[in-house]
């Protein structure tokens, strides 16, 4: 069964970083591209980035280009989003998955960017 535990959500002032954090179990890991897709309360799904099996290329959307990178851990079977210079439009729930439009996603984790 596979599972997608997402963690690392936390309320932060407008400017600050977060690490997320996605355990992947029930599926080999290390066979999959990855994502992170995020909803705002009351909105649709957005894509947030992506990383390919081996962590050797990356990809994001451009309201987070240059702020949030995404990386992972095949070892420990661990997907991983550091979020920077955070800003009040983040605020949403974060999920992790494999594929851009979210289909497949854990409980997701909350961002709340607020001064």
């Known amino acids: 069964q596979v599972q997608l535990v997402e963690s690392g959500g936390d309320r932060v002032r407008p400017g600050g970083s977060l690490r997320l954090s996605c355990e992947g179990s029930?599926?080999?890991?290390?066979?999959?591209?990855m994502t992170w897709v995020r909803q705002a309360a009351g909105g649709r799904i957005e894509w947030v980035s992506e990383?390919?099996?081996?962590?050797?290329?990356?990809w994001y959307s451009n309201a987070v280009k240059d702020r949030f990178v995404i990386s992972r851990d095949n070892v420990k079977g661990t997907l991983y989003l550091q979020m920077n210079n955070l800003r009040p439009e983040d605020t949403a729930s974060y999920y992790c998955?494999?594929?851009?439009?979210?289909?497949?996603r854990g409980q997701g984790t909350q961002v709340i960017v607020s001064s």
């Open positions: 998955s494999f594929d851009r439009a979210g289909t497949e």
């Open positions: 029930g599926f080999i890991f290390m066979n999959y591209g």
């Open positions: 990383i390919n099996s081996r962590g050797t290329r990356t």
